[in-house]
Structures are given as C-alpha cells and as structure tokens.
C-alpha cells in the first residue's frame, strides 16, 4: 500500500502545546497593542468590504440568477457534469490508497503556482484536496460563465467576482489545507503563526487601520540609488511635471529628440528600473536623445487639475521645454499606457490645430478605443463612477494611491494576494527584494475630475474612438493623425488586450506598424535584449480582425527592441553632435530622478 510522505509529525508534542499557549497569548498582546494604537491616533476600524462596490455586485448576480431559474434544466444539467468527475476523483483516491496507480481527474494549469509543492501530488490526502478544489472551481467558474441572455456588462462582473471567490477559498489559503503551511507550523511549533500575525499588523499598522499588503522588501530599494539611476538632470518644472533629459553615452545622437509620456497612475521608473532592464539606459545607447515626464503625484493643491490639464501642462509644456532645451521644434514620442491613451488625444488635438512638432508616435501597452477593452471594465458603469466620486470627495478630490492598488491587484489576485497573505502571514516569512514589486507598491494619487473624465469618455462611452471627445476646445477626430505610428501590445496583457490595441490601427490615417511581444502588461514591455527572453510576432498587413493578422504573422526569439529602433532610427533625422543637459535655453533644476518621482502616495 502507497505510505503518505513523512513530515507531517510534532517533534515535541508538549513542546508544541506550551508553544502554541504562548502563541495566543502573544498574539492576543499584539492585537491589543495594535488596537490601542488605532484608538489613540482615532482611527476607524479596519474596513472589511467596501459597500459600494457591494451594491454594484448585486444587480449582476440577481441578473445571473434570474436567467438559472428562467432554464429549468441548467442546474439539473451543470449537476450532471460535476458528480461523474468527483466519482472518478473518488476511484482513483481509493486505487492510490490500495497501492495501485491511478491517473489525475483534474489538473492545476501549468501557471498556477499553488499547488507545485510536491506534496500535492505524493500525499494522497492533499491531492484529494487539490483535485477536489480544483474540480469545484473548475465547475463553478464553468456554470456562472455558461448561462445564456444575461446583459454582457454583469456577465462579466459575475465571472470576475466568482473567480475571486474561488481563488479566495483555495486550499493553499489554510494552515490545515496547505502541506506547506502545516509543516512549517509542526516543526517550528507555531512561531511562523506569530511571526505572520505580527506581520499582519505592521502591514495594518502602516496602512492605518486598511490593509496594505507588503510585497518585497521595501528597505532594499531607493530610487536614485539602486533604481531609477540612468544619469540626468531636471531641466523643466512645472506644479505637474517635471521633464528629464538624459545625459547623453555617444558622441553623435539622432537630430529629432525621444520625448517620453509615462502613465501617471504608476511612476516613470518602469522605463528605469535597473541598469539591466531600463529602456531609457538601452534608448540613450542607442543615439537617442532621451527626455521622460515625471508627473507629479498630487496632494490636495492638484486635486483640480484634468484631463485638459494633463494635455495642456502635460503634453505642451513638454514639447515647448524639448525645443527651448534642444532647439528642435521636431521630436517623436512615446506614450506607455494611459500616457499614451493622452499621447492619441494630444496627436488629435494637435491635428486640429495643424500643430505638426511630433513627427512620429509609439505606443506601448496604450489603448484608443476601449469597446473591448482589458479587466478593468469590470469596475466601470456609472453607479461604480459615482460611488468612486463620492469616495474621492472623502478624500479631499483625490483617488487615494492604495485604492488604485487594490484594484490592480484584484485582476491577478493569486499572485498579488494570496501568494504574499500565505508568504508573509501563515508562513511567517518576510517578502523577498524584487524591484519590479517595489516599484508596483510605489503608487500615486489622482486627481478627481481628471481621473472621472478619463473613465467616463474613455472606458464608459468610448469617446475617443468615437470622435466626440472634446478637450481643450477641440473635437478630436483620430483620422486626422497621419504620421508614422509603431504600436507595441503584449499576447497577455489583460489591461491592455492586443485585441483592443489592434483597433488604433482603423482610426489613424498614416502608415502603422503593429506588433504583439510576449508575455504581458510590464515584462512585454521591459524586455530588454540582454535578458534573451520571450518572443514577438510580426505583420506588415493589417486585416480587419487581428486574430487573422496573427495567422500570417512572423515569429521572432528575444526582445522587440531592436525591431522597434530599426523603425525609429528611420524616423529621426541624420545624427548631430551629442547634447548635454543644461547646454541649451533651460538650466539644470537637479539630478535626475528628479523631486515628484520621490514623493509616496496615500
């Protein structure tokens, strides 16, 4: 007969008890502790849920609710479908127990790392566990998405709700449930236990009363010492932005600048993370010369500015600072994200105004038309709108940067949650160095009206793409964009689906390249050609669907980079001696990073 693996034993079953006694009567000192802090700094108590978004739960699951009930037969059916896969769980656990090899019913999908420890699979009890969650998630997932006539809007929120439930429930969520857990709990006698929870209230205690989840270790990193460390200097500065230009590696440099727009709900040091994966350092090398936006994070004197503002004190001021600094009134542009969903209304407005100083555009990860647009969508009908304005007036017109988290890290709740409430609470460990989750912590606040526009025009009604949107006394129309573009999207990016970045390539007039790179919203992007990492897809026609411009696309090893600069270099003049900082019209303000990238969210 097959013997479960050793390990799940108690050294010291005493040893354990009087260990486990300690254990709640420290916890209950540490809860205590925490408790007095709150009441003497008069904090509200920690928020469980948040009720709005409750309320815009609700309608979808009645509606889901109503449609199971109008078809007799589908829970007679979705019954049907799961009893035959626990029977067969059922006879393949009890063949395992008789010592007899018996093939998995169920499967975890290759990218779920849950379940790699290896006593998943060699301990018949927890593969019981494992294949039976799996099973049920599976079928539950299966049933709420398979149901017919129900409004897409609250299809969607049923699915992403019930996903967050079942990944909630998990059995690798539980010290009982979870090989690993259990073990760390029965040799250590508890202490990882203690450990967690004082880890839980030091991250209760930093996020003053709400819980903000510590991903790495956030003492190992400072940015301008070990991240963001490309050398430059600050030569503009307005209450929005400050603009950064590079100090030039090569003696000769293409004649048109590089002027970069970031998105605001992030920091501009993803394009800087580290001297390995920083497209500015790599863009520099290249004879680009090189300026990036750092927008300001914004307390309660910006809590006005709006999308106008962005475009105005944003875009503008920019371009005007490129040539005082440079001299050249033609630079290209690039725009990441929401920066370069401002960056298509820029080029749109700027058309409108027959202003013709950016000769060329790219786009990474940056949508136009949102009719299909990624997960986010799921937050956006106007009773969430409203119910986001209200919190916002709560907290003195701002988007408060841990509520924009929080939401980020529901889309990919297993590896943004759950995988760090096992790590760092019932484990007990501390959150490894990793700087692409330092900077993922490192969030900003925005402004209402700005952030409330952009929701409303972009992802509500799809204005943009439509041609209604107005800004800044202008009808954008984004027919009239006719320079070269190049748009960069990620095969699983789930903000920013290729699907919806293929649609810019309909709405603007000039010639457009297209390219899908591997992997998703971030490592699609910052993939630099030393790592030798993933792959891209290419075409040079642009169908109507994008999954038939996927069919005659060419695949290519390693970073799109270089593909990318060939394009560029294209684009950008003949070469001309290198320029420094401060050489032109505008004086050095400070080093680069900069002042407003240092500045924490709330």
Same mark, same amino acid.
């Given at each position: ?200 209230? %030091? ?71 580290? %001297? ?123 988007? %408060? ?153 060419? %695949? ?47």
């Amino acid at each position: 007969m097959e013997q479960e693996k050793p390990g799940f034993t108690i050294p010291d079953p005493a040893e354990f008890v009087r260990n486990m006694v300690k254990v709640a009567e420290r916890s209950q000192r540490l809860m205590q502790k925490f408790v007095n802090r709150q009441i003497n700094r008069q904090a509200e108590p920690p928020k469980l849920g948040d009720p709005s978004r409750a309320r815009a739960i609700a309608p979808a699951f009645l509606d889901l609710t109503k449609h199971m009930l109008a078809n007799s037969n589908y829970i007679l059916e979705a019954q049907s479908k799961i009893w035959p896969a626990y029977l067969q769980l059922l006879q393949g656990t009890i063949r395992r127990l008789l010592g007899e090899e018996a093939p998995p019913t169920v499967t975890p999908d290759r990218n779920d790392k849950r379940f790699r420890a290896p006593e998943w699979t060699e301990s018949i009890a927890f593969d019981f566990i494992k294949q039976s969650y799996l099973l049920t998630s599976n079928w539950l997932m299966q049933t709420v998405t398979g149901v017919d006539g129900m409004e897409q809007a609250n299809a969607r929120k049923v699915a992403f709700y019930t996903k967050q439930f079942v990944d909630a429930i998990s059995p690798s969520n539980f010290v009982l449930t979870n090989p690993e857990i259990l073990r760390a709990t029965l040799t250590s006698n508890g202490e990882n236990l203690l450990l967690g929870l004082e880890h839980l209230l %030091e991250d209760l205690e930093r996020g003053e009363g709400k819980l903000s989840i510590r991903m790495t270790d956030m003492e190992a990193f400072e940015v301008g010492r070990n991240i963001a460390i490309t050398p430059g200097k600050v030569i503009f500065r307005n209450p929005l932005i400050e603009l950064i230009q590079y100090t030039p590696t090569t003696e000769t440099v293409y004649q048109r600048p590089l002027l970069i727009f970031p998105p605001w709900i992030n920091k501009f040091y993803i394009l800087d993370l580290t %001297e390995e994966k920083s497209f500015i350092k790599w863009a520099v090398a290249q004879g680009y010369t090189v300026f990036v936006v750092s927008w300001a994070n914004p307390d309660a004197e910006l809590a006005n500015k709006t999308f106008e503002s962005y475009l105005l004190e944003g875009v503008y001021a920019a371009l005007d600072a490129v040539e005082l600094a440079t001299g050249e009134s033609e630079v290209n542009a690039i725009g990441y994200c929401i920066g370069g969903t401002l960056l298509t209304a820029a080029l749109a407005h700027m058309a409108a105004r027959k202003d013709t100083r950016i000769k060329c555009a790219t786009f990474f990860a940056a949508q136009a038309d949102f009719s299909e647009a990624g997960e986010l969508k799921v937050f956006i009908d106007e009773e969430q709108i409203n119910a986001l304005g209200e919190k916002m007036d709560q907290a003195g017109g701002l988007l %408060e940067s841990s509520e924009m988290s929080n939401t980020f890290n529901m889309l990919r709740s297993n590896d943004l949650i759950w995988s760090f409430v096992v790590n760092n609470y019932l484990m007990g460990r501390q959150p490894a160095p990793f700087d692409l989750l330092y900077w993922n912590s490192d969030q900003t606040n925005m402004p209402k009206e700005m952030h409330l526009f952009y929701l409303r025009e972009c992802y509500l009604k799809n204005n943009l793409a439509k041609g209604e949107m107005v800004l800044a006394g202008e009808k954008l129309d984004l027919g009239k964009i006719t320079i070269p573009v190049f748009l960069q999207s990620s095969l699983d990016d789930h903000i920013a689906p290729y699907r919806s970045v293929y649609k810019s390539t309909k709405l603007l007039s000039g010639p457009v390249q297209f390219l899908i790179a591997g992997s998703g919203h971030i490592a699609g992007v910052i993939n630099p050609p030393s790592a030798n990492k993933y792959n891209y897809w290419k075409n040079e026609s642009l169908p109507d669907d994008v999954e038939e411009w996927r069919k005659g696309a060419t %695949e290519y090893p390693g970073s799109w980079w270089p593909n990318w600069h060939i394009w560029h270099a294209a684009q950008s003049g003949a070469k001309v001696p290198a320029r420094i900082p401060g050489s032109g019209k505008l004086p050095v303000l400070e080093d680069a990073p900069g002042s407003y990238v240092r500045v924490k969210g709330r």
